[in-house]
């Protein structure tokens, strides 16, 4: 079983950065994949990355693709993204997850099994 807790969100203007860490317990963090979904306002949670359990690979989202960056480092069980060239429509609520699916999988939150309870990320124009 894994717990997981998000933080770093805040305000920030328009083309300024946020970095967003998602700690994690459990002992076996090493074997998710893990990835970070956003909810807007009256939308539906979206995929924004993944990253698989060694870190080697990683996947975006075409609107965040060139912006941002997953990382994780298994040692300390943490997971992270740098958020860069923010946009006010990169504006949500983030949530990191935890998936025991194959990568190509975990674009879809119905295969994670464990979730963050969210941090706010508010960009101003």
């Known amino acids: 079983q894994v717990q997981l807790a998000e933080s770093g969100g805040g305000l920030v203007q328009a083309g300024g950065s946020l970095r967003l860490s998602c700690a994690a317990s459990g002992r076996t963090f090493s074997s998710y994949v893990m990835g970070w979904f956003r909810q807007a306002a009256g939308k539906e949670r979206e995929f924004v990355a993944r990253?698989?359990?060694?870190?080697?690979?990683?996947y975006y989202s075409d609107s965040v693709k060139g912006r941002f960056t997953i990382s994780r480092d298994n040692a300390k069980k943490m997971v992270y993204l740098q958020m860069n060239s923010l946009k006010p429509e990169d504006t949500a609520v983030y949530y990191c997850?935890?998936?025991?699916?194959?990568?190509?999988?975990?674009?879809?939150?119905?295969?994670?099994?464990?979730w963050g309870q969210g941090t706010q990320v508010t960009v101003s124009s």
């Open positions: 997850g935890a998936a025991l699916a194959l990568a190509y999988l975990t674009v879809e939150e119905k295969y994670y099994g464990y």
């Open positions: 990253i698989v359990q060694s870190g080697g690979n990683t």
